[in-house]
């Protein structure tokens, strides 16, 4: 019994890498496969997924590089990624709808590039997922200086998705690193408030403060196993509740 009808999946990029490769087949694959059974379960899925295992706006910035080129980058980076995603998707989801039709993805970016995705419109995201379609949302926000994280608690908004699935390296929301802090005490539900008080870099504070401010929560969860993300979406006790 799934507890959300709509929700919006961020994947750091780094998740998806290993062995100092950009993509790890078997993570993607497995990742593939959650999304597949959430249709299945009849959830509406959207995803938002990084870039940093391929390229990092602060790698250029740090060079020298020119803060908004660095950034275009970055979104490019992001677009590869969702481009990964849909094609091990669709190759898994064959067949495999409830009806016995095949998985359908569109990806959608906020940069226009016809030959590859559409461009991003909230209608037609939202027909796709009413149609059981899974939209992977790509290239940011469109703007620079703006993280993935902000599209997320954007794009989340627009389609009215009731949370926001934050998968990511660690199993939750830590008082301190916990790779750094052995101390680090983690939570089970937090406020957005008490968030951005100690800056606890769950996502960016404007990511944060945008879901405040619209009342979205997020639950903050290990991508590893992926089926932490079925879990999630269940609502079992799982990583850490971030919300009003």
């Given at each position: 019994?799934m507890?959300?009808?709509?929700?919006?999946?961020?994947?750091?990029?780094e998740?998806?890498?290993?062995d100092?490769?950009?993509?790890?087949?078997e993570k993607?694959?497995q990742?593939?496969?959650?999304?597949?059974?959430?249709v299945?379960?009849g959830?509406?899925?959207?995803v938002?997924v990084?870039?940093?295992?391929?390229?990092r706006?602060?790698?250029?910035?740090?060079?020298?590089?020119?803060p908004?080129t660095?950034?275009?980058?970055g979104?490019?980076?992001?677009?590869?990624?969702?481009?990964?995603?849909?094609?091990?998707?669709?190759?898994?989801?064959?067949g495999m709808?409830?009806d016995g039709g095949?998985?359908?993805?569109?990806?959608?970016?906020a940069?226009?590039?016809?030959?590859?995705?559409?461009?991003?419109?909230k209608?037609?995201?939202?027909?796709?997922?009413?149609?059981?379609?899974?939209?992977?949302?790509?290239?940011g926000?469109?703007?620079?200086?703006?993280?993935?994280?902000?599209?997320?608690?954007?794009?989340?908004?627009?389609?009215?998705?009731?949370?926001?699935?934050?998968a990511?390296?660690?199993?939750?929301?830590?008082?301190?690193?916990?790779k750094l802090?052995p101390?680090a005490?983690?939570?089970?539900t937090?406020?957005?408030?008490?968030?951005?008080?100690?800056n606890?870099?769950?996502?960016?504070?404007?990511?944060?403060a945008?879901?405040m401010?619209?009342h979205?929560?997020?639950?903050?969860?290990?991508?590893m196993?992926?089926?932490?993300?079925?879990?999630?979406?269940q609502?079992?006790?799982i990583?850490?509740?971030?919300?009003?």
């Amino acid at each position: 019994m799934m507890k959300y009808n709509r929700i919006l999946l961020k994947i750091s990029g780094e998740a998806l890498g290993g062995d100092g490769q950009a993509f790890a087949p078997e993570k993607l694959e497995q990742v593939a496969a959650a999304l597949i059974e959430l249709v299945r379960q009849g959830v509406q899925v959207a995803v938002v997924v990084g870039g940093g295992n391929i390229w990092r706006g602060k790698q250029g910035i740090s060079s020298q590089m020119d803060p908004t080129t660095a950034d275009y980058m970055g979104m490019l980076a992001t677009i590869i990624n969702a481009l990964a995603l849909q094609d091990t998707i669709e190759r898994a989801g064959k067949g495999m709808r409830p009806d016995g039709g095949d998985i359908q993805v569109r990806v959608q970016t906020a940069i226009e590039m016809r030959t590859v995705a559409e461009q991003y419109t909230k209608r037609r995201a939202v027909s796709h997922l009413e149609k059981g379609h899974i939209v992977i949302f790509g290239g940011g926000t469109g703007n620079p200086f703006f993280t993935t994280d902000t599209a997320a608690a954007l794009r989340a908004t627009e389609i009215g998705a009731q949370v926001i699935l934050l998968a990511k390296n660690v199993d939750g929301v830590y008082s301190a690193d916990p790779k750094l802090d052995p101390t680090a005490v983690k939570y089970d539900t937090i406020s957005f408030e008490e968030t951005l008080a100690q800056n606890l870099k769950v996502m960016d504070n404007t990511a944060v403060a945008h879901c405040m401010n619209n009342h979205l929560p997020l639950i903050v969860f290990a991508l590893m196993p992926p089926s932490n993300i079925l879990a999630a979406a269940q609502g079992r006790p799982i990583g850490t509740y971030v919300g009003p």
